[in-house]
């Protein structure tokens, strides 16, 4: 009865047959008779950081992360939305200084109220 190991996991598995899949991929490694398994990989993909599905870890020190702490910086100087019942000008300035670029600013002057509440008042978090 052949017998695989994975060298990230430290998984054991026991077959009937050959394996063909298991025998294909790098992190796996059969095992013949008594022989003692590799040790575990310490770099394998347990021991990475994990992140929430679709984003990866930014590097502290990069330029993205200074630019993510320069809009986070932004967003929490604008603070929190006017009130619904707000005049439009007080909604047009919330947006101004929650706004990233100077495109998205040339913009805002020329949406109703509703929609500006609706892009920059429902989730400032967003």
């Known amino acids: 009865m052949p017998k695989y190991r994975n060298h990230n ?5 026991e077959y009937d047959h050959p ?3 298991l025998e294909m991929l ?3 490694e059969r095992l013949d008779g008594d022989e003692e398994p590799e ?15 679709g ?3 930014t590097d502290p020190d990069s330029p993205q992360a200074a630019k993510e702490r320069e809009y ?7 603070g929190d939305p006017p009130a619904k019942s707000a ?4 909604w047009v300035e919330y947006a101004e200084a929650r706004a990233v670029s100077d495109e998205e600013r040339a913009e805002i002057p020329s949406l109703t109220k509703d929609m500006l509440i609706a892009k920059y008042g429902e989730n400032p978090a967003a």
């Open 9 to 13: 996991t430290g998984d054991e598995v």
């Open 19 to 21: 394996n063909r899949r």
């Open 26 to 28: 790098p992190n796996w």
């Open 39 to 53: 040790p575990v990989d310490p770099s394998s993909v347990l021991d990475r950081p994990q992140a929430a599905p």
């Open 55 to 57: 984003t990866a870890p």
């Open 72 to 78: 986070k910086e932004q967003q929490d100087e604008a």
């Open 87 to 90: 005049s439009k000008d007080a």
